[in-house]
C-alpha cells in the first residue's frame, strides 16, 4: 500500500466506521497520546525503564501504526498529501545535509 493509498483508505474508513473526523486540535492531542504511548514502549524495552506487569502485552508495531492512522488523519483534514511532503522533505535534507553527517566526530 502507498502512502497515498494509505491516507485513502483511512479517509474512506473515518467517513463510514469512524462516522466523521474529529477536529484537528483533538487529532493532535491523540496523536500526542500515541507517540507517547510508543515513547513508554521505547523506554521499556531499549530503554532503562522496566516493564509493569500492566505492560507485558504491549504491541509496538501496532501502536506504531497508530501513530501513522491519526498523522494520516490530520494529513487529510489539512489537505496535505503525504507523499508529496515527504519527497520534498527528503530533497530538503539531501540539499541541507549533503555533507553534515558525514563531518559529524561524534557518528565516527
Known amino acids: 500500500m502507498t502512502i497515498k493509498e494509505a491516507q485513502q483508505v483511512i479517509d474512506k474508513w473515518i467517513n463510514s466506521t469512524g462516522v466523521r473526523y474529529f477536529n484537528e486540535l483533538t487529532n493532535t492531542a491523540i496523536l500526542m497520546e500515541e507517540v507517547g504511548e510508543v515513547a513508554r514502549i521505547m523506554a521499556r524495552q531499549y530503554g532503562e ?39 520534498k522533505n527528503l530533497q530538503k535534507k539531501s540539499i541541507r545535509d549533503a555533507d553534515r553527517h558525514k563531518n559529524n566526530e561524534k557518528l565516527k
Open 49 to 87: 525503564q522496566s516493564f509493569k506487569k500492566s505492560d507485558k502485552e504491549v504491541n509496538l508495531a501496532d501502536e506504531m501504526a497508530d501513530v501513522l492512522f491519526v498523522l494520516m488523519c490530520l494529513a487529510n483534514q489539512t489537505g496535505i498529501d503525504l507523499t508529496e511532503a515527504l519527497e
